[in-house]
């Protein structure tokens, strides 16, 4: 999610600073026309004649609007995106003082508590609102089955000792590497 939160404050400066230069050019050349002076950077002076041909419902124009509203949804869809919690609420210390845990550290502690069960050599975790997803590695032949479960107890239990408002479901998959 860090990739599409980039993209969202990628694009949110990128459309800022076009309003802003836009905004710039656009008061220039309105006070270059009240003096009567000629333009700056835009040819007003020579679209007048044209821009008087135009319709509303001409190709050029309805193409513009088409790709403007376009880029538009494409904005409000990067920005109503839902996107991941950076931190999970726990039970509170203290009466009216909410705390929070990181999703790394939710991860950390999940991954802390597989890799200390017997038999686990390698593990990773995905954390999401109510779930925690655990990839456990074993070097031991057929030990998948008792390993799951033996893994799912020790993950449960560190993230009990966290004290998460919501306990997370815990899924785990062990892989066998020979």
Same mark, same amino acid.
């Given at each position: 999610?860090?990739? *599409?939160?980039?993209?969202?404050?990628?694009?949110? @400066? !990128?459309?800022?600073? $076009?309003? /802003?230069? =836009? #905004?710039?050019?656009?008061?220039?050349?309105?006070?270059?026309?009240?003096?009567?002076?000629?333009?700056?950077?835009?040819?007003?002076?020579?679209?007048?004649?044209? *821009?008087?041909?135009?319709?509303?419902?001409?190709? @050029? !124009?309805?193409?513009? $609007?088409? /790709?403007? =509203? #376009?880029?538009?949804?494409?904005?409000?869809?990067?920005?109503?995106?839902?996107?991941?919690?950076?931190?999970?609420?726990?039970?509170?210390?203290?009466?009216?003082?909410?705390?929070?845990?990181?999703?790394?550290?939710?991860?950390?502690?999940?991954?802390?508590?597989?890799?200390?069960?017997?038999?686990?050599?390698?593990?990773?975790?995905?954390?999401?609102?109510?779930?925690?997803?655990?990839?456990?590695?074993?070097?031991?032949?057929?030990?998948?089955?008792?390993?799951?479960?033996?893994?799912?107890?020790?993950?449960?239990?560190?993230?009990?000792?966290?004290?998460?408002?919501?306990?997370?479901?815990?899924?785990?998959?062990?892989?066998?590497?020979?």
């Amino acid at each position: 999610m860090i990739v *599409l939160h980039l993209v969202n404050r990628l694009l949110a @400066a !990128v459309v800022s600073l $076009a309003i /802003v230069v =836009a #905004a710039v050019i656009v008061s220039v050349e309105v006070v270059r026309w009240a003096l009567d002076m000629s333009s700056w950077l835009v040819p007003w002076r020579r679209w007048g004649p044209a *821009l008087e041909d135009l319709r509303a419902d001409d190709q @050029a !124009v309805l193409a513009a $609007a088409a /790709v403007a =509203a #376009a880029l538009g949804l494409l904005l409000l869809a990067f920005e109503l995106k839902r996107r991941r919690p950076d931190a999970l609420p726990t039970r509170p210390l203290l009466e009216g003082a909410p705390t929070v845990t990181t999703r790394a550290g939710v991860g950390n502690a999940a991954t802390t508590a597989a890799r200390g069960v017997s038999g686990v050599s390698q593990a990773s975790a995905a954390v999401r609102r109510s779930t925690v997803s655990l990839r456990v590695r074993t070097r031991a032949r057929g030990a998948a089955p008792g390993l799951t479960e033996e893994v799912r107890s020790a993950v449960e239990q560190a993230l009990a000792d966290l004290e998460l408002a919501r306990a997370p479901r815990v899924k785990v998959s062990v892989e066998e590497k020979h």
